[in-house]
């Protein structure tokens, strides 16, 4: 049924792209000119025995496109995966914007999004702590729209002079290239030990964010202030957010660490079965709108790309929704070759002058003729505008369109003067006429320097458990220095945040807390500055706490696309396997036997029941929760089995629902968990709800205070 659907929800730019697909069934092999292969198993040879001859074209051919398949991986967002879908907004928002895209609530535009991690490489973890990319790059009927956001509402710098310091010191170090997608090392923290503005990111990063459960329960966030403009030219200020259906959760470090070994393509294999199982990933487009004229009703600056709004403040309005719902052909082709950029946008959106946004802007160009190899990236199929493409630029490497015609310039008239320029009431893009007198200074307005107090705000909005995370997190990163200095000097930065957050790190570094962090702070400022203008400053922020920063209260109400695993050995009551899955599955959960070998286990009444996956071929960390089914006996031999008692050790640790059929509690006394309760431990009476209750909550995080176990 899910192939099905996709199928007839193929859009506009499949039937676009399938112009350039390759099918080779029932198709002879030929040369890349067409000339059929007769013999693919061995070179041209004088004689058996003998050397290789030049002139065997089949091989030089063969052997020169394998020797040119790779392009140089993007220098930051390397490793990613991509789906296409589509956009569709609930209602029209004419009164703010003139995009079509955004005006008509039965217009379905198609979309191409790449998720990503930032400091890996092509072929690293998934489950690295990182920030995630969230490129959507929407095909309107106007031209290309790509909003090139992160799961993260806010950026590290304030100015994109400094993004290739910030990434130079989080890559691997360059004389070892060691370690490969962390942040836990030394160069990364020197910078940021330096630069008090990205405070406020680093909270983020070390908060659960950067560790998704998947893909599809990550928030996005377009960062920096955008205008809508509409028909009548009236500018309004937009913040982008993308909403999850499925709710914000992520894993627990010590399961990252683990499923970064046992299945390092987690989130890419996540996202591709939930497609392929008709589970189409979801999200609703939200929108914060500020009014021009309260530009500067607040006390930090819009166009500070280190600060968000919170939404108690200007609430999120959510205007459409986006579905994912067809995996690319071609890995390469699509995912590789996409080519995203903040400065592709349509009539009735503009930009701002957020200094990072402005840099942005005038990088991405660069960043696909070094990567792709050409000024004609826009042609790859992937990267092509549904809307018409006409003007006067011509040639280049690997020039696919073929234009007719005697003119390439204007004004001409010999080609009539086509093509022709478009007028406002045409469709014709025009920048917004923001007024601007000012002096040519390199200098960052004192409006940018409160560096600390949203940092702080995101600190008091966390869970309890959120926070320990996030102390913990910070721990190991700096445990992972080898200058003590770097880590007195980032525990005196968090001192500017919460007294209490810094004096728990400190404890775990094995430090004192310093007095006062060191001064001057701020190495971002100009040789010659006037050091108190740049110093780093806490204001005041407008409200103590924000719910919407916080995981803890997001959508808990569904288990749809968990995995669950059932532990199974023989003896196991088949009914009840049946029972407990046939209900988990009605919730749209998936449901996998794991058990001490693959084949099958013979069941209490003597049947053969298959199972999916053994001790050996699978984890607890790549499962929400787990159920033991009814069974004394297939108990028994559970308990018997220490990959079994691991199993379930681990998915207590990591705070997941556990749930025993009847007759199979006597395994928990083999456990480290034996004789405790909680809403995560259920077994008796209503086991299915409770259970599912469980599953939905994602995790009873409150578990590792007092009990954590050792597996
Ligand atoms: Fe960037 C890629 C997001 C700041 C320069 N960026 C890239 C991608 C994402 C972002 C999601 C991957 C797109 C894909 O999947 O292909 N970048 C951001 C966000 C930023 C940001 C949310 C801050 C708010 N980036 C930023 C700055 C610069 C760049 C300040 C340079 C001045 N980014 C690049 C790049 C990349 C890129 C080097 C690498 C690959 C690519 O562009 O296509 O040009």
Not at 264 to 280: K, Q, T, V
Not at 334 to 361: K, M, S, Y
Not at 647 to 654: A, D, P, T, Y
Request: proline residues 6%; glycine residues 6%.
């Amino acid at each position: 049924m899910a192939k099905k659907q996709a199928a007839t929800i193929k859009n506009k730019k499949a039937i676009d792209l399938e112009k350039n697909v390759s099918d080779a069934t029932d198709q002879f092999l030929t040369t890349n000119h067409g000339v059929r292969i007769q013999d693919n198993q061995n070179t041209l040879k004088a004689g058996e025995r003998g050397p290789s001859l030049l002139e065997d074209f089949i091989f030089r051919e063969k052997i020169f496109h394998f020797d040119h398949e790779r392009i140089p991986e993007r220098i930051v967002h390397a490793r990613g995966s991509a789906a296409h879908g589509y956009f569709q907004p609930y209602k029209s928002m004419a009164d703010l914007t003139k995009a079509g895209f955004l005006s008509d609530p039965n217009r379905q535009t198609p979309v191409f999004v790449r998720f990503s991690t930032v400091a890996g490489s092509r072929g690293s973890t998934d489950m690295a702590r990182d920030v995630r990319g969230f490129a959507v790059k929407f095909y309107t009927d106007e031209g290309i729209f790509d909003l090139v956001g992160n799961n993260i509402p806010v950026f590290f710098i304030q100015d994109s002079i400094k993004f290739p310091d910030l990434i130079h010191a989080v890559k691997p170090e360059p004389h070892n290239e060691i370690p490969q997608a962390a942040s836990a090392h030394d160069t990364f923290w020197d910078f940021i030990s330096l630069m008090p503005e990205s405070a406020h990111m680093i909270m983020w990063a070390m908060s659960d964010r950067s560790l998704p459960r998947s893909l599809r329960m990550m928030e996005g966030f377009g960062i920096h202030t955008y205008r809508f403009i509409n028909a009548k030219g009236v500018s309004t200020f937009i913040k982008f957010h993308w909403k999850p259906k499925l709710g914000v959760h992520s894993v627990a470090w010590d399961e990252a660490q683990k499923i970064s070994g046992m299945d390092p393509d987690f989130h890419r294999r996540d996202l591709w079965e939930a497609i392929e199982n008709g589970s189409f990933p979801e999200w609703e487009l939200g929108i914060q709108v500020i009014p021009e004229k309260d530009e500067h009703k607040f006390p930090f600056d819009l166009l500070d790309p280190t600060k968000l709004i919170p939404e108690e403040l200007v609430p999120v309005q959510r205007i459409g929704k986006m579905v994912l719902n067809r995996n690319p052909d071609n890995f390469f082709a699509e995912t590789e070759q996409v080519a995203f950029h903040p400065g592709h946008i349509v009539p009735g959106l503009d930009f701002t002058n957020d200094p990072l946004l402005q840099g942005r802007l005038f990088s991405y160009t660069d960043t696909q003729l070094s990567r792709l190899g050409s000024s004609n990236f826009h042609e790859i199929p992937i990267n092509r505008s549904v809307a018409p493409v006409h003007n006067n630029q011509r040639d280049g490497h690997m020039r696919q369109t073929v234009n007719r015609g005697t003119t390439s310039y204007q004004p001409n008239s010999i080609g009539g003067g086509c093509p022709y320029q478009a007028m406002l009431s045409e469709g014709g893009f025009s920048s917004y006429p923001e007024p601007i007198a000012a002096p040519k200074v390199r200098a960052r307005s004192v409006s940018f320097s409160d560096h600390f107090s949203q940092a702080t705000l995101f600190f008091n909005s966390q869970s309890k458990p959120e926070q320990q995370h996030i102390i913990d997190a910070l721990s190991f990163e700096l445990g992972k220095l080898t200058y003590p200095e770097i880590r007195k000097r980032m525990v005196g930065i968090l001192t500017q945040i919460d007294k209490g957050l810094a004096a728990s790190v400190a404890a775990n570094l094995g430090i004192a807390v310093p007095e006062a962090p060191e001064k001057p702070i701020n190495q971002g400022m100009p040789a010659d500055a006037d050091a108190e203008k740049y110093e780093s400053k806490k204001g005041k922020s407008v409200i103590d706490k924000s719910e919407a920063l916080s995981m803890a209260g997001t959508i808990k109400d569904t288990i749809a696309t968990r995995k669950i695993a059932f532990l199974v050995a023989d003896g196991v009551q088949a009914t009840d396997v049946a029972l407990v899955k046939t209900a988990l599955e009605k919730e749209g959960a998936t449901v996998e036997l794991v058990a001490p070998k693959l084949g099958a286990v013979a069941t209490a009444d003597k049947a053969a029941q298959a199972v999916d996956k053994s001790f050996l071929t699978t984890a607890s960390v790549l499962y929400d929760a787990v159920y033991v089914p009814a069974g004394a006996d297939s108990a028994k031999k559970l308990a018997a089995d220490p990959d079994a008692v691991h199993f379930l050790n681990e998915i207590f640790r990591h705070c997941k629902a556990i749930a025993f059929g009847q007759g199979a509690e006597s395994l928990a006394s083999q456990t480290y968990f034996a004789g405790k309760t909680d809403e995560g431990l259920i077994q008796g009476k209503d086991l299915v709800p409770r259970f599912i209750k469980a599953i939905a909550g994602h995790r009873v995080w409150e578990r590792e205070a007092s009990r954590k176990v050792p597996a």
